[in-house]
């Protein structure tokens, strides 16, 4: 048997890209980044970058959300964080072609937080914004008001429908859509959660009574508010059940 010899396979690189969702003004938004740099200078791309050699790839991912939003990602297993998000590997995408400046393969990762302050640009990114995610993928491309729109760089319009179609199938079995809800939060408050993720709107008595029945999807925290105006409305944090049963099935539009 010949020795392996690593010249003998072309090299790669490996990169992660983010997928950051949040509920902004009752739209589902994501976090996108103006590139600074080629390729696709000027291009709005998903945030993300290099893995380092000494990095694995969800440690990768959580540095690359920390340096783009300033969030760590949560431990399931570890107290309510501040500044916590929910962060899971969504796929991989390896086309050739990808990456005009070398083979690059991306291990994707989908990043879920509340209502998120303005993000602040890292790395390559000359600016950074949320913008509803209908706006990014629209097929025309994107851009800000005054400007030419433009595809998103690379394979992330891909990779942010993927994104956005993982979260609207999860929030469905899942506990997941408690993700964009801060520790404490109203029935109305995870309503316009789903009916931003799914884009629909939902029928608010059948929504409670849905959610408030199903076994350990949320617990009564014994507090009001009044935040959302009108009389004071019960305070719920989310239970301990991931899977929800019966499931949350989103309307057929």
């Not at 790669?12 to 200078?41: I, N, Q, S």
Request: proline share 11%.
């Amino acid at each position: 048997m010949s020795p392996y010899d690593p010249s003998a396979f072309p090299p790669f690189a490996v990169t992660v890209d983010l997928v950051v969702l949040t509920v902004r003004r009752h739209a589902l938004c994501a976090l996108a980044v103006r590139r600074g740099e080629p390729p696709f200078l000027g291009h709005w791309a998903l945030p993300g970058g290099f893995v380092r050699d000494d990095e694995d790839l969800s440690s990768a991912a959580a540095r690359e959300l920390v340096e783009e939003t300033g969030l760590t990602a949560h431990d399931p297993a570890a107290p309510e964080q501040v500044n916590g998000a929910h962060l899971e590997q969504l796929a991989t995408y390896g086309d050739p072609k990808r990456d005009p400046r070398m083979r690059v393969v991306s291990v994707a990762h989908l990043a879920l937080a509340p209502d998120l302050p303005a993000p602040r640009p890292g790395g390559d990114a000359h600016s950074a914004r949320w913008a509803p995610v209908e706006d990014l993928l629209n097929p025309g491309g994107y851009g800000l008001e005054g400007e030419q729109a433009t595809p998103l760089a690379f394979d992330h319009a891909q990779i942010l429908a993927d994104g956005v179609e993982r979260a609207r199938s999860k929030i469905e079995y899942s506990s997941l859509a408690t993700a964009f809800c801060p520790p404490e939060f109203t029935v109305g408050e995870l309503r316009r959660v789903y009916e931003a993720v799914w884009a629909v709107s939902l029928d608010p008595r059948n929504f409670h009574r849905k959610v408030t029945g199903t076994p350990g999807f949320l617990v009564p925290t014994g507090g009001t508010t009044t935040r959302q105006g009108g009389r004071p409305a019960q305070l719920f944090r989310a239970g301990g059940a991931t899977l929800l049963n019966p499931p949350m099935l989103r309307p057929e539009v």
